[in-house]
Protein backbone atom coordinates (compact mmCIF):
# COMPACT_ATOMS: atom_id res chain seq x y z
CA UNK A 1 0.00 0.00 0.00
CA UNK A 2 1.25 3.30 -0.77
CA UNK A 3 1.99 5.79 1.83
CA UNK A 4 1.11 8.81 -0.11
CA UNK A 5 -2.34 7.53 -0.91
CA UNK A 6 -3.19 6.86 2.54
CA UNK A 7 -2.41 10.22 3.92
CA UNK A 8 -4.07 11.80 0.89
CA UNK A 9 -6.89 9.80 1.44
CA UNK A 10 -6.90 10.69 5.31
CA UNK A 11 -6.17 14.13 4.71
CA UNK A 12 -9.76 14.59 2.27
CA UNK A 13 -12.11 12.41 4.34
CA UNK A 14 -10.87 15.00 7.18
CA UNK A 15 -11.69 18.03 4.97
CA UNK A 16 -14.94 16.53 4.40
CA UNK A 17 -16.16 15.77 8.17
CA UNK A 18 -15.03 18.93 8.35
CA UNK A 19 -17.70 20.33 5.88
CA UNK A 20 -20.44 18.04 6.81
CA UNK A 21 -19.96 19.51 10.42
CA UNK A 22 -19.71 23.28 9.12
CA UNK A 23 -22.85 22.64 7.08
CA UNK A 24 -24.58 21.29 10.55
CA UNK A 25 -23.27 23.98 12.61
CA UNK A 26 -25.04 26.72 10.71
CA UNK A 27 -28.26 24.89 10.17
CA UNK A 28 -28.31 24.86 13.65
CA UNK A 29 -27.72 28.66 14.26
CA UNK A 30 -30.74 29.36 11.79
CA UNK A 31 -32.59 26.57 13.82
CA UNK A 32 -32.01 28.70 16.83
CA UNK A 33 -33.00 32.05 15.41
CA UNK A 34 -35.92 30.53 14.03
CA UNK A 35 -36.64 29.23 17.61
CA UNK A 36 -36.26 32.26 18.80
CA UNK A 37 -38.29 34.05 16.67
CA UNK A 38 -41.33 32.15 16.87
CA UNK A 39 -41.32 32.08 20.99
CA UNK A 40 -41.40 35.31 20.85
CA UNK A 41 -44.27 35.14 18.62
CA UNK A 42 -45.92 33.37 20.52
CA UNK A 43 -45.78 35.10 23.70
CA UNK A 44 -46.97 38.10 21.31
CA UNK A 45 -49.83 36.31 20.54
CA UNK A 46 -50.95 35.46 23.36
CA UNK A 47 -49.90 37.96 25.96
CA UNK A 48 -50.84 41.39 23.26
CA UNK A 49 -53.96 39.36 21.84
CA UNK A 50 -52.81 39.61 18.16
CA UNK A 51 -53.41 37.69 14.90
CA UNK A 52 -51.16 35.21 14.67
CA UNK A 53 -49.30 36.42 11.31
CA UNK A 54 -48.80 39.99 13.41
CA UNK A 55 -47.25 38.76 15.91
CA UNK A 56 -44.73 36.65 13.68
CA UNK A 57 -44.03 40.07 12.12
CA UNK A 58 -43.33 41.57 15.25
CA UNK A 59 -40.98 39.22 16.47
CA UNK A 60 -39.15 39.23 13.02
CA UNK A 61 -39.13 43.24 13.15
CA UNK A 62 -37.65 42.96 16.80
CA UNK A 63 -34.95 40.26 15.36
CA UNK A 64 -34.28 42.23 13.17
CA UNK A 65 -33.61 45.76 15.08
CA UNK A 66 -36.33 46.97 12.60
CA UNK A 67 -39.14 48.05 14.81
CA UNK A 68 -40.96 46.66 17.93
CA UNK A 69 -44.55 46.00 19.43
CA UNK A 70 -45.48 49.60 20.90
CA UNK A 71 -47.39 47.62 23.65
CA UNK A 72 -46.33 48.95 26.57
CA UNK A 73 -47.39 45.34 28.04
CA UNK A 74 -44.23 44.18 25.39
CA UNK A 75 -41.55 46.13 26.84
CA UNK A 76 -40.00 43.74 28.98
CA UNK A 77 -40.39 41.08 26.25
CA UNK A 78 -38.85 43.23 23.41
CA UNK A 79 -35.77 43.35 25.89
CA UNK A 80 -35.13 39.88 26.39
CA UNK A 81 -35.93 39.19 22.85
CA UNK A 82 -33.00 41.63 21.74
CA UNK A 83 -30.64 39.92 24.62
CA UNK A 84 -31.44 36.96 23.23
CA UNK A 85 -31.09 37.92 19.69
CA UNK A 86 -27.71 39.19 20.32
CA UNK A 87 -26.75 35.46 21.92
CA UNK A 88 -27.65 33.98 18.86
CA UNK A 89 -25.94 36.92 16.88
CA UNK A 90 -22.89 36.09 18.96
CA UNK A 91 -22.91 32.28 18.57
CA UNK A 92 -22.63 33.22 14.60
CA UNK A 93 -19.76 35.56 15.12
CA UNK A 94 -17.60 33.00 16.77
CA UNK A 95 -18.50 30.20 14.38
CA UNK A 96 -17.61 32.73 11.22
CA UNK A 97 -14.51 33.94 13.16
CA UNK A 98 -13.07 30.08 13.86
CA UNK A 99 -14.06 29.10 10.51
CA UNK A 100 -12.64 31.95 8.71
CA UNK A 101 -9.31 31.78 11.11
CA UNK A 102 -8.92 28.17 10.62
CA UNK A 103 -8.37 28.97 7.17
CA UNK A 104 -5.57 31.26 7.49
CA UNK A 105 -3.90 29.19 10.14
CA UNK A 106 -3.44 26.50 7.38
CA UNK A 107 -4.98 23.46 9.75
Same mark, same amino acid.
Given at each position: ?14 ? @? /?? /?? +?? =?? +?? @??? &? ?12 ? @? +???? =? ?17 ? @? ?5 ? *???? =?????? *??? &? ?12 ? +? =?????
Amino acid at each position: MDTHTTNSDAIRAKR @Y /RQ /RQ +RN =GR +RV @YQI &VANATQAILTFAIW @Y +RFKL =GVQPLLALFKAMLVFGTVG @YPEDKRA *DYAV =GFQIAV *DFF &VLAVFLVFIGNLLG +R =GRSGK
